[in-house]
């Protein structure tokens, strides 16, 4: 079907809609006249009969009218349209992939035959892509040789890997990766939207060397995350392929030991079927930091490493600074496991100058505008480096956003809700749901990728979706991850006209609750016993020692600190372990800012039990802040763990990690209390982290 690009336009906006507009309002966000909207209407209108649907006018407000189903499925076909013309942002998004690509120059006549416009437009483009361009990157204008793109090889990939993120709205590139059987229209709907950036059977490859990895390794990321990372690599290695590499990094030492270098490097020579040796440094080093920079899909998972201290002392700050502006109390436990599994890839994103693509951050900054003001400056007051772009403010607005809506309800819910953005997108919607609609019972979150399985596993009566599913033979809810209030309508419309069809399942529900809370008990009692077995371990390990050597040099105190770990596992190699502790004095320092204690973390596989110990020293010694600062300290923490540690395990080692963190009452037992006082706080705070674990 022929479609102007004016009209696809104005159907997108409607579609995005959730309440009446007027004409105004839509030539306003169109940034068009409403004239210029009023000569299209007519197009749009015949477009939506087509497909069984219609604007409703009222009161000069127009509304889009139709079955949820038909509206869903307009989703899905309006991005297979054709058009005789390109937008002006489509057009400069195609000038700057020829530019991109076209590392030595352009002429304008060039780009202007290839879009079908005037040399003068062009150059109007261009000015407005300068504008919109990263510092580091711009645009250069040569008589008789064109215009070129002036830019590094990194800045160049982090471009290509933003326009091919635009490109694709609603997860599309998750919904194709998902497809067993992909037909010729969605291949090659997929290829022009890679814009020849990337080779679409390329991206196919990478994709299914990134899924043996994620199922393998059992990596538990977002959806969202899991796709930026194929679109990174597949652009990575369509560079490499060019001839177009990266250079080596400065910070290249700091990360060549870590497990994500290796796996970066193993990934790449994989996908390019080389010898994991050939792959250059610099790419691998490239890869390992996307790799570092993923973000988690689980919030409860526990990070174990001394960037970790970093990431809480970051996050309490935070806190601080949002309850202080908007003189609210929040509940900070809750609100420190969520921050802390973003915030860590966050910082690498930022040390790194790593871009990302956030869909939906128009939407933050337009429904919660105070917000998002309170947190864009309580982050740059506690967080000394670059500023961070607003994509990055925006996903910290959903785990704040998520809290601050909970506080007015505490509801339970019922559904399945899929939603590919992460955390604090599903918290918020989560959070949304249970407030709006009190009836919903129970609740689930899910990815695409765990659906199917869900669906298989879990009777549920309804399915709330933030992505386009397509054609699917199931029912489902579509909606935005604010849940708009038309949204809300019409998921409690569909509750209230289906009530009477709960109450002829309610016997069976019952049974099948009886059963389900069985087997829920079993686990819950597998998981409490696991957590009583890691405590005992630890404090049967425990110690607090006064070292009385006199020494300087920090690798001589770590040997005779892990010299005395042989009393307990005489199979430890010291010299190893000094290594592995030291590893990470680069990347992240040791001295907990703030204090007079320097703790140190590892992981290794011929630890074989945990270790938890503390150490006095006989003189203060310098050391390397966590915020690269050089510090003095006398108190020592070592945390060790095997290499494979159950999940319950790493929690308590990271609790533990958390207790010299902003804690006025340890540091006072420190610092006065006698050996006895100092191993019975030690004792009540375990004792009270499995009390917390058996109430939740």
């Known amino acids: 079907m022929y479609l102007s690009a004016r009209a696809r ?64 499925n307009f989703r899905w076909y309006l991005m297979d349209l054709s058009y005789n013309e390109y937008s002006p942002e489509e057009r400069q998004a195609r000038i700057l992939k020829t530019l991109l690509k076209e590392e030595d120059g352009i002429k304008l006549i060039a780009l202007a035959n290839e879009l079908n416009v005037t040399v003068s437009t062009v150059s109007g483009d261009l000015n407005k892509l300068e504008e919109q361009l990263p510092t580091d990157v711009s645009i250069e204008r040569k008589r008789g040789a064109g215009v070129s793109l002036q830019a590094t090889e990194v800045s160049r990939r982090h471009l290509m890997s933003e326009i091919v993120g635009n490109q694709f709205p609603n997860y599309q590139l998750i919904k194709y990766f998902q497809e067993k059987e992909k037909s010729e229209a969605t291949a090659n709907w997929v290829e022009e939207r890679l814009l020849n950036l990337v080779d679409e059977s390329l991206l196919q490859k990478v994709e299914i060397r990134i899924r043996d990895w994620r199922e393998q390794q059992a990596v538990q990321i977002s959806d969202e995350a899991y796709s930026n990372l194929i679109v990174h690599l597949s652009i990575a290695v369509e560079r ?60 409860d998972k526990d990070f174990y490493e001394n960037e ?108 399945l809700v899929v939603c590919a953005s992460g955390i604090g997108t599903s918290r918020m919607l989560v959070t949304r749901l249970q407030q709006k609609i009190p009836q919903l019972k129970q609740l689930q979150t899910v990815s695409l990728f765990e659906l199917g399985r869900k669906r298989k596993e879990t009777k549920v009566d309804i399915i709330i979706s933030t992505i386009d599913l397509g054609k699917v033979d199931f029912n489902y809810f579509l909606v935005s991850p604010i849940l708009t209030e038309q949204e809300i309508m019409q998921i409690d419309i569909y509750l209230k006209n289906t009530e009477n069809s709960f109450g002829k399942r309610a016997h069976k529900q019952q049974e099948l609750q009886a059963e389900l809370t069985i087997l829920e008990a079993v686990d819950l009692l597998q998981e409490r016993q696991l957590y009583h077995e890691v405590v005992l371990s630890v404090l049967s390990n425990f110690k607090y020692v006064h070292l009385k050597e006199q020494l300087v040099l920090t690798e001589d105190i770590l040997r005779a600190v892990c010299t005395k770990l042989l009393e307990k596992d005489p199979t430890l190699d010291v010299e190893l372990l000094i290594g592995i502790l030291l590893r990470d004095e680069h990347w992240s320092g040791f001295g907990i800012p703030n204090t007079s204690i320097a703790m140190f973390h590892a992981r290794d596989e011929m630890i074989r039990q945990p270790f938890f110990q503390v150490f006095h020293l006989a003189e203060k010694i310098s050391v390397k802040g966590m915020d690269q600062s050089e510090m003095k300290v006398d108190k020592l923490i070592l945390l060790l763990a095997p290499e494979k540690y159950s999940q319950q395990g790493l929690r308590v080692l990271s609790y533990i990690s958390a207790l010299f963190v902003d804690n006025p009452e340890l540091l006072e037992v420190l610092d006065y209390g006698s050996d006895e006082e100092v191993s019975n706080y030690f004792v009540r705070s375990l004792l009270d982290f499995l009390t917390i674990q058996s109430e939740s």
């Open 308 to 415: 970790d201290i970093q990431v809480i002392l970051l996050a309490k700050k935070l806190i601080a600074a949002v309850e202080t502006k908007l003189a609210k109390e929040l509940p900070k436990e809750q609100l420190l496991k969520g921050l802390i599994s973003h915030l860590k890839p966050t910082l690498r994103r930022l040390q790194q100058g790593m871009r990302i693509y956030n869909p939906l951050i128009q939407s933050i900054k337009q429904d919660y505008p105070d917000l998002f003001k309170v947190l864009r400056t309580a982050f740059d007051s506690v967080y000394s480096g670059a500023q961070a772009p607003d994509e990055e403010i925006g996903y910290l607005v959903l785990h704040f956003g998520a809290v601050l809506l909970q506080l007015e309800s505490q509801n339970e819910f019922s559904a």
């Open 9 to 72: 336009l104005i159907l997108e906006q409607f579609l995005s809609y959730s309440l009446p507009v007027t004409l105004k309002k839509l030539a306003k966000d169109l940034n068009v006249s409403e004239r210029t909207v009023r000569r299209d209407m007519k197009e749009v209108e015949e477009t939506l009969t087509s497909y069984d649907l219609q604007l409703k006018k009222e009161n000069s407000m127009y509304h889009l009218q139709g079955t949820e189903k038909d509206i869903q």
């Open 240 to 299: 490499i392929i060019d001839g177009s590499f990266v250079p080596s990094y400065q910070s290249e030492q700091e990360i060549l030991s870590s497990s994500e270098y290796e796996v970066g490097k193993r990934l790449l020579a994989d996908i390019l079927e080389i010898d994991p040796e050939v792959v250059p440094e610099g790419e691998a080093v490239y890869a390992a930091l996307y790799l570092r920079g993923l973000k988690s899909s689980k919030a």
